[in-house]
């Protein structure tokens, strides 16, 4: 059973920066993606970054593109989101995920593992 655990979540103020860490443990953790994913209260499961687990290709949603940046340290077993220019739109609950197969990786249906979140508030 894999097991993924985020941290650096907070409140930081319009136009700050955060980086999230989604750290992975448990049975020979080699997926074939990681992405992260944010929730806001009210709204839907939306996809904001993605990456290749062996060859690191990277995939962004268009609201964060220029400002986000996935990346991932495999000896480590960890993936991170470094958030730049953060604005209020940005607040909410952000997952990382772990999927095995390749797709349509915005799709969290598509995603077997997940992370129980850290809360990320951007306030004016």
């Known amino acids: 059973q894999v097991q993924l655990v985020e941290s650096g979540g907070g409140l930081v103020q319009t136009g700050g920066s955060l980086r999230l860490a989604c750290t992975a443990s448990?049975?020979?953790?080699?997926?074939?993606?990681m992405g992260w994913f944010r929730q806001a209260p009210g709204k839907e499961r939306e996809f904001v970054a993605a990456?290749?687990?062996?060859?690191?290709?990277?995939y962004y949603a268009d609201s964060v593109k220029g400002r986000f940046t996935i990346s991932k340290e495999n000896a480590k077993n960890t993936v991170y989101l470094q958030m730049g220019s953060l604005k209020s739109e940005d607040t909410a609950d952000y997952h990382c995920?772990?999927?095995?197969?390749?797709?349509?990786?915005?799709?969290?249906?598509?995603?077997?593992?997940w992370g129980q979140g850290t809360q990320v508030t951007v306030s004016s």
């Open positions: 990456i290749t687990w062996r060859g690191g290709t990277t």
């Open positions: 995920a772990a999927r095995s197969l390749g797709g349509n990786f915005v799709n969290p249906r598509d995603y077997g593992y």
């Open positions: 448990g049975r020979t953790f080699s997926p074939y993606m």
